[in-house]
């Protein structure tokens, strides 16, 4: 029996990200997936752009707004929202959001 203890490296850059504006950080990125975490400030907005690839986007804290598609959906804490590539949208925060935007790389 192998009793070689691997060790993990406990990581609190998500706890750790200010409520200063618009704050995009590179979570994890590889081959096959890419993951950022976002901050966003009450009533800061995170400006119209598009993805290239299909995305989720999971509220972590706080609540937002996502406009795509002329449409509205308020996402609060826990809540997710899968959105195709290529739609122009953008984000705003009700209050100060944390959340993760998962894509393919």
Not at 7 to 12: C, E, Y
């Given at each position: 029996m192998n009793t070689e203890t691997k060790?993990?490296?406990?990581?609190?850059m998500i706890k750790e990200q200010s409520f200063n504006g618009l704050q995009v950080k590179?979570?994890?990125d590889?081959?096959?997936i890419e993951i950022l975490s976002i901050s966003l400030e009450k009533n800061t907005v995170f400006p119209e752009h598009t993805s290239h690839t299909d995305a989720q986007l999971i509220v972590?804290?706080?609540s937002i707004?996502?406009?795509i598609e002329g449409l509205e959906y308020t996402l609060e804490r826990q809540e997710?929202?899968?959105f195709p590539k290529e739609e122009k949208h953008w984000v705003k925060a009700?209050?100060?959001s944390k959340f993760l935007i998962?894509?393919?790389s």
């Open positions: 060790k993990l490296t406990k990581d609190n590179r979570f994890k590889s081959n096959s972590l804290e706080g707004i996502l406009h997710s929202i899968r009700i209050e100060n998962i894509r393919p």
